[in-house]
């Protein structure tokens, strides 16, 4: 053929060559039939889909001309690893376009706008996961035109835990009309358009699940879209949108991600979980534009860490609050690259000024007993100076710190027993098989003890529009939740009992322990 081509056009035959790599069974030998050293191809098939085995395959060395060992192992993770997270978003999209459209009544509909990456949306997260998604669309352009498939599932992996984990987990509450249709309506606009790039996109490797998902999608795409087709394999990847990047969006995020880590770590080394509510928690950074990015997304640091008040400190400014340098030392690299003076560099490291570290911190690199060391074998981190009280948890990073009030009181402890009650009801609700749409009421009450505990019931009655407001439903407080709750005239889906923790604050601790609350959920007849 390139004889041919030459001879005859005096050009190669073709612009590029595709060489595949040998599948070899798990032990590395050949695949043989009198051996069965390999799995059944339709078992496979049947167990994970013919779109895991593609997307397994596409992510193997065999598109580098490399041997794989194949292991139905790997198919099933691409199943766990990408297929579910990609459809459990589209199932929570699903989800609440028919809430959406339940409750306003009216037809969802993609604008234009959304899909070309113009956005009338002003929040943070709406830009931010939409420059995310046209970034990835850039890359996976150019990654196929220049036959890397092997390149595209880690990229996807990391959007689609930035969508569930963040975008989504951040955002269900707007999505839910909590803060108002506008809210909703950006919420799911911005959600649709990355699902419906996201499944265009992996239409080539995995040609079944992104036309089922793209039959339903499609359904809500005007006919004058470019996208919209008699299937997914008709259209082509959509070209990413200049306008749709938003690096400033991006770097908030970044910084609103580090203070929740850090929230969260101050959790751990208290082994409070994240439904205790906390009074308040002081973000401490250097730096104005981290602190004027991650107050931009307060809210989302409030709802997600369960925190009632942030407060948001310089540590320049002259309040009592200052940071200091730590220098961590990361052994496993000095390790190979000192030897036997780890000793020496490790005293010495405890010897450097804050000035020092400032210019190690700037530069990148210090010299220490004859040795270069670089960012990689020393991190910094920040933490506050001359914090000793028992109440406070400080953890720091490289530019920001953060410092949590574990303080109890008992306006916490009723919040901490109306979220309790919260996930009771929707924990009955999944059992039942409702959808989150479904009309139901519920009751809640306590049992005869509750005499001896009125912090409960006070508890209870001051925390019923917080209950209302967390699970959408209506709620009724009863003195008898076992005998005296449900009526005649309507049907019991779920009951749920807990003995509740009111803490140190409660005046009847030990009728607390004795007394238990009892959940109900009910529907009309």
Same mark, same amino acid.
């Given at each position: 053929?390139?004889? =041919? ?36 191809? %339709? ?45 459990? &978003? ?69 959007? =689609? ?17 909590? !803060? ?34 793209? *039959? ?12 919209? &087709? ?13 306008? +749709? ?8 995020? *970044? ?30 950074? +250097? ?49 190979? *690259? ?34 270069? #060391? ?51 009801? *929707? ?6 098989? =409702?959808?989150?749409?479904?009309? #139901?009421?519920? !009751? ?46 309507? !049907? ?17 601790? %030990? ?15």
């Amino acid at each position: 053929m390139t004889v =041919l081509s030459t001879l005859l056009f005096e050009q190669p035959p073709a612009q590029n060559f595709i060489v595949n790599g040998l599948v070899l069974a798990a032990d590395g030998k050949k695949m043989s039939k009198r051996l069965k050293n390999y799995p059944d191809p %339709q078992e496979i098939v049947q167990a994970h889909g013919a779109d895991a085995v593609r997307m397994y395959l596409c992510n193997s060395p065999v598109v580098r001309a490399e041997p794989l060992r194949f292991k139905a192992e790997g198919v099933r993770d691409v199943v766990k690893d990408v297929f579910l997270p990609w459809y459990n &978003a589209y199932r929570f999209l699903v989800q609440e376009v028919t809430r959406y459209e339940a409750s306003s009544g009216q037809r969802f509909l993609q604008s234009s706008p959304g899909i070309d990456g113009k956005l009338p949306s002003q929040n943070t997260m709406d830009r931010w996961i939409l420059s995310e998604n046209h970034a990835l669309l850039t890359f996976v352009r150019e990654e196929i035109e220049a036959y890397r498939l092997y390149t595209v599932v880690p990229r996807l992996l990391a959007f =689609l835990d930035d969508l569930t984990n963040r975008y989504v987990r951040l955002n269900r509450d707007r999505m839910r009309g909590v !803060q108002g249709r506008e809210e909703a309506e950006h919420a799911l606009e911005t959600l649709y358009t990355v699902l419906l790039n996201v499944t265009v996109m992996l239409a080539p490797v995995t040609p079944f699940l992104s036309e089922l998902l793209y *039959q339903n999608l499609a359904r809500a795409l005007p006919e004058s879209s470019g996208l919209k &087709a008699a299937s997914v394999h008709f259209v082509m990847i959509p070209e990413p949108s200049p306008e +749709a990047f938003d690096p400033e969006s991006s770097r908030a995020v *970044q910084s609103l991600q580090a203070v929740m880590e850090l929230g969260r770590s101050c959790r751990e080394k208290r082994k409070i979980g994240l439904k205790v509510p906390i009074r308040e928690m002081v973000v401490v950074s +250097a730096s104005p534009q981290l602190l004027a990015d991650v107050q931009l997304l307060e809210d989302y640091i409030r709802d997600e860490l369960n925190i009632m008040n942030v407060e948001f400190r310089d540590a320049d400014a002259d309040d009592g609050t200052k940071l200091e340098l730590v220098p961590v030392l990361n052994f496993k690299v000095l390790g190979k *690259q000192l030897g036997k003076d780890m000793k020496k560099v490790q005293n010495a490291v405890k010897d450097l000024s804050q000035d020092e570290l400032l210019t190690f911190e700037r530069s990148g690199s210090i010299e220490l007993c004859g040795h270069s #060391i670089s960012s990689e074998g020393i991190t910094l981190q920040r933490q506050v100076v001359d914090l000793e009280a028992k109440h406070l948890e400080v953890a720091g990073a490289t530019d920001v710190a953060v410092i949590v009030d574990f303080t109890a009181d008992e306006e916490l402890m009723q919040l901490a027993m109306a979220r309790e009650v919260s996930n009771r009801i *929707q924990r009955l609700r999944k059992s039942a098989g =409702l959808h989150p749409q479904d009309p #139901i009421k519920v !009751q809640i009450g306590v049992s005869p003890e509750a005499s001896e505990s009125p912090d409960i019931l006070k508890a209870l009655q001051s925390r019923e529009a917080d209950i209302a407001r967390m699970t959408r439903c209506p709620i009724q407080i009863v003195d008898f939740a076992i005998q005296g709750a449900s009526s005649d005239s309507a !049907q019991v889906l779920g009951e749920d009992a807990f003995k509740p923790e009111l803490g140190a604050s409660s005046t009847s601790k %030990q009728g607390a322990n004795s007394v238990s609350v009892h959940v109900t959920i009910l529907r009309e007849l």
